[in-house]
T-cell receptor
Framework: KQEVTQIPAALSVPEGENLVLNCSFTDSAIYNLQWFRQDPGKGLTSLLL?????REQTSGRLNASLDKSSGRSTLYIAASQPGDSATYLC????????????FGTGTRLTIIP | GAVVSQHPSWVICKSGTSVKIECRSLDFQATTMFWYRQFPKQSLMLMATSNEGSKATYEQGVEKDKFLINHASLTLSTLTVTSAHPEDSSFYIC????????????????FGPGTRLTVL
């Protein structure tokens, strides 16, 4: 059974700093991995999706990497801003045709102005 | 991007009553929709897969008679929490992958804003 873990559970950093969020999964046989952002009491916003054949994806100040063999992904946020404060979730999809996402435990990020 | 809406955004009900939550794909068709629940400070747990025109498939441990799912059209799925109890209080989120040419594009799912259910 796939298990997805995110460390740390919570993180506070001063504004302007670069930071890295970690996601690890126990079964490396994944189709893709997706990073989401969730604001308090809200739904999910997709940030980046990495296919199993890719090593990284970039969008603006965000960069996500994937090391499938070691079961790890990181989300790098450059020049953090207070608006980046949210909970970040990673989720893996097992294989093509299987739509069931397994979500990580989440990292609650607070950017201190 | 594709938009998924949920209604209501929050609901408070008495124990023993039933509550219906709607999930709509506003600008695309979705033959499949997913229902998740999220307890405070916890991650999303998949409850069931809603299939248009057929029965929903439920994850292990989810009572299908308690969480009734109806996927009446290509843009609407409903989750009814029957005889709700305080332990059913949670945040319920739906998601939908886009359908194109009869095929479901599972590459990316679009999530609704969630429904906060509080059972007194």
């Amino acid at each position: 059974k796939q298990e997805v873990t995110q460390i740390p559970a919570a993180l506070s950093v001063p504004e302007g700093e670069n930071l890295v969020l970690n996601c690890s999964f126990t079964d490396s046989a994944i189709y893709n991995l997706q990073w989401f952002r969730q604001d308090p009491g809200k739904g999910l916003t997709s940030l980046l999706l990495i296919q199993s054949s890719q090593r990284e994806q970039t969008s603006g100040r965000l960069n996500a990497s994937l090391d499938k063999s070691s079961g790890r992904s990181t989300l790098y946020i450059a020049a953090s801003q207070p608006g980046d404060s949210a909970t970040y979730l990673c989720a893996v999809r097992p294989h093509f045709g299987n739509e069931k996402l397994t979500f990580g435990t989440g990292t609650r990020l607070t950017i201190i102005p | 991007g594709a938009v998924v809406s949920q209604h209501p955004s929050w609901v408070i009900c008495k124990s023993g009553t039933s509550v219906k939550i709607e999930c709509r794909s506003l600008d695309f068709q979705a033959t499949t929709m997913f229902w998740y629940r999220q307890f405070p400070k916890q991650s999303l747990m998949l409850m069931a897969t809603s299939n248009e025109g057929s029965k929903a498939t439920y994850e292990q441990g989810v009572e299908k008679d308690k969480f009734l799912i109806n996927h009446a059209s290509l843009t609407l799925s409903t989750l009814t929490v029957t005889s709700a109890h305080p332990e059913d209080s949670s945040f319920y989120i739906c998601s939908a992958p886009r359908t194109s040419g009869g095929a479901t594009l599972y590459n990316e799912q679009f999530f609704g804003p969630g429904t906060r259910l509080t059972v007194l």
